[in-house]
């Protein structure tokens, strides 16, 4: 069975239940960091995640006890694969050729099967593709400040 991806909510919830193994729904809500959503969202991520195939949902009497049905390790192999595939033609050599140029990693840290980390090289022009990750990848917090910014030099 083919997994769905998560939106960014749905992951905040994951990443509660995988840390917590086992969760009742009061415990969940207690553990969600502040702001906290209102219980029904809460609830509704709850429902589509069993209905995603990410939660196994067990009733207690009046109650569920929920499980991770995905593990938080298979959940990110997934996750990175679709993202080599979507951004990096498929190729873990690019990935790992960003990484380096970001100095992300170090080449003297990598162990390639069958290549050289020397043989990573820098690119001579900025590339759009990297800077499509940057901006994904950049934390929101940051990119807000930098429009604030913007708009105070505007004016």
Same mark, same amino acid.
């Given at each position: 069975? &083919?997994?769905q991806p998560l939106t960014a *909510?749905?992951?905040?919830?994951?990443?509660?239940?995988?840390?917590?193994?086992?969760?009742?729904?009061?415990? !969940?809500?207690?553990?969600?960091?502040?702001?906290?959503?209102?219980?029904? +969202?809460?609830?509704?991520? !709850?429902?589509? !995640?069993?209905?995603?195939?990410?939660?196994?949902? =067990? /009733?207690?009497?009046?109650?569920?006890?929920?499980?991770? %049905?995905?593990?938080?390790?298979?959940?990110?192999?997934?996750?990175? /694969?679709?993202?080599?595939? +979507?951004?990096?033609?498929?190729?873990g050599t690019l990935l790992i050729?960003? @990484?380096?140029?970001?100095?992300?990693?170090? &080449? =003297?840290?990598?162990?390639?099967?069958?290549?050289? %980390?020397?043989? @990573? +090289?820098?690119? $001579? &022009?900025?590339?759009?593709?990297?800077?499509?990750?940057?901006? @994904? +990848? *950049? $934390?929101?917090? *940051?990119?807000? /400040? $930098? /429009? =604030?910014?913007?708009?105070?030099?505007k004016k």
């Amino acid at each position: 069975m &083919k997994l769905q991806p998560l939106t960014a *909510s749905e992951e905040d919830v994951m990443r509660i239940i995988w840390e917590k193994a086992t969760i009742y729904f009061r415990d !969940l809500m207690n553990a969600y960091p502040e702001p906290k959503p209102h219980q029904n +969202t809460i609830s509704t991520f !709850l429902k589509i !995640l069993v209905e995603k195939h990410y939660l196994n949902a =067990e /009733k207690q009497g009046r109650i569920y006890l929920y499980s991770a %049905a995905v593990s938080w390790e298979d959940y990110r192999k997934m996750v990175t /694969k679709k993202f080599v595939e +979507t951004y990096f033609e498929n190729s873990g050599t690019l990935l790992i050729q960003l @990484l380096v140029d970001e100095n992300l990693i170090q &080449k =003297e840290d990598l162990q390639l099967h069958g290549a050289e %980390a020397h043989s @990573l +090289t820098m690119p $001579d &022009k900025e590339d759009p593709v990297r800077e499509l990750v940057r901006e @994904l +990848t *950049s $934390d929101k917090k *940051s990119k807000k /400040k $930098d /429009k =604030e910014k913007k708009k105070k030099k505007k004016k």
